[in-house]
């Protein structure tokens, strides 16, 4: 029970620490003859690389992957294609400063996972926390861009819509302007803001939280299953996995406990091929634990960052008080690099169902009108 592995048919299984020598992951399950080369999964890569903006921890990583196992090249197209078996990528840490942890080895930083480690294990890594960083991420950003060409037609995008008590407008919403700022923000104004409450809060020596939202559109119907398979509960297990992550929606989520029934339900109407058309999408693209046909959109809160330079209140490993300011080089938001892990995570789940409904009941989709 090493809980270090998820999925069913696309199983990922991490491994590796903040300031270990390297990271990465091992990918079974995904089929052959897919086109696979080291670019596919440094553009994603590249998007959660730390350093890349003044608003993100400065540690140089350049977050090279190494494909080491499981593709070739195929002689018909000259391409580098998956065969079947284990996908196994590696990204070395080269910008480790483990002795800027030296001062807290002892004593357990407040909101972090240091006790709970401790106590649980009899042993925990203080340098940037081990697997409890959210450098561990990195590696499920590399399984996600695999994931990605395993489903067909289907575009996972995500963005920033709130950090701390400040939401975006969302009548300003451009997926376009997610690329032109740091924030991975849709609504530029609300990005101009964001720079200028981030450096105050650099400058208090604090962090704060974030909201995110992933977007899939093209999702089939028919992904998931009742009653332990459902694929929401699977989207919201893996976004709930990520580091930090403290709360998870699905389509309006907790906001519809507010509405009327006669609100919160996606009318239909008839549409193209007998597929019906929905008037709007409370649910979120997933009815029943299964895929409707509309676009899935999950939300997950990112708490803010635990290691801070404002001395917080603790206690040593022997039980003495103590007072605990981390040093080091940290995010004042660690939501803003979520975003890349969140559409990974969404990704692998949406491979992983693809492959199960694919093998349950083929390619096809049994419409009820057809």
Known sequence: MSHNTFGHLFRVTTFGESHGPALGCVIDGCPPLIPLDVAD??????????GTSRFTTQRREPDEVKILSGVFTDERTGRQVTTGTPIALLIENVDQ?????????????????DYTYDVKYGIRDYRGGGRSSARETAA???AGAVARKIVPGITIRGALVQMGPHPINRERWDWDEVLLNPFFCPDSEAAAFYADYLDGLRKDGSSIGAVLEIVADGVPPGLGAPVYGKLDADL??????????KGVEIGDGFAAATLRGEENADEMRPGNEGAPTFLSNHAGGVLGGISS?????????VKPTSSILT??????RKGAEAEVSTKGRHDP????RAVPVGEAMVAC????HFLRHRAQVGDGVAWPFS
């Open 41 to 50: 999964i440094q553009a994603e890569l590249d998007r959660r690389r730390p």
């Open 97 to 113: 400063r483990s002795k800027d942890y030296s001062e807290i080895k002892e004593s357990y930083r407040p909101g972090h996972a």
């Open 140 to 142: 499920r950003v590399a």
């Open 236 to 245: 919201a297990a893996a976004l709930m996995s990520i580091n930090a992550v």
């Open 293 to 301: 046909g509309q676009p899935v959109i999950c939300r997950f809160a």
């Open 311 to 316: 001395p917080r209140a603790s206690v040593t």
């Open 333 to 336: 938001c660690v939501g803003i």
């Open 349 to 352: 789940v949406l491979a992983d």
